[in-house]
């Protein structure tokens, strides 16, 4: 098996509580040995994330990017294998669907998620990724089903799909078109 590459794609702010990310990934680590965080992103929390990295021997394994322009970040995730989407389950992260959600699907890539509402609008556990509880084990234990069982290629077949009633075109055709068509039929009549 090659490299398996795992992706976070946000802020890094100390209310995000990442990490319990950056530990849930070190235990997972513990059991597969050819794995990889990239995270791409910079906030305050930024140093002591790298910090932690190397304190708990995983520097090696976790690539800090920093700020990249957006239109760069689709390179990233093109090769990436997983989209992890980790949020404390708090009211404030609850019911907003992060966008990096449906990037990361629409990307192809199964997404590991914390189980909020939000998250739980676009990912199907088991079907296009994992919804997870908000600690390091959850995490560690989702990553390890997803290596080691093979789910991932399944997953990744239909990640795409499971979005495209949100492209803008579907969007129009479905939402915007008929709207526009009732409308002027209504101001004739």
């Known amino acids: 098996i090659g490299e398996f590459l795992l992706i976070y794609s946000g802020t890094l702010d100390a209310r995000r509580r990442l990490d319990q990310m950056i530990m849930g990934f070190k ?8 794995a990889s965080l990239l995270i791409i992103g910079e906030g305050s929390s930024k140093r002591k994330l790298e ?7 995983i520097r090696n394994k976790v690539i800090f990017t920093g700020y990249l322009p ?17 949020l404390p389950k708090e009211r404030m992260y609850e019911f907003q669907p992060p966008m990096k959600v449906i990037e990361y699907l629409a990307s192809e890539l199964p997404v590991i998620a914390t189980s909020t509402t939000g998250n739980k609008r676009f990912i199907i556990s088991g079907f296009n990724g994992l919804l997870i509880d908000d600690n390091p084990m959850s995490l560690a234990e989702a990553l390890t089903k997803l290596h080691d069982n093979n789910l991932l290629r399944r997953m990744s077949e239909v990640c795409r799909t499971s979005v ?15 709207l526009y068509h009732s409308l002027a039929r209504g101001k004739c009549a």
């Open 70 to 86: 957006y239109r760069d970040v689709a390179l990233y995730l093109g090769a990436a294998d997983v989209g992890i989407c980790f």
């Open 164 to 178: 495209t009633a949100y492209q803008w075109n579907t969007i129009i055709e479905r939402d915007v078109i008929p």
């Open 51 to 57: 910090e932690q990295a190397v304190r708990l021997g």
């Open 27 to 34: 235990l997972a680590c513990d059991r597969i040995d050819n």
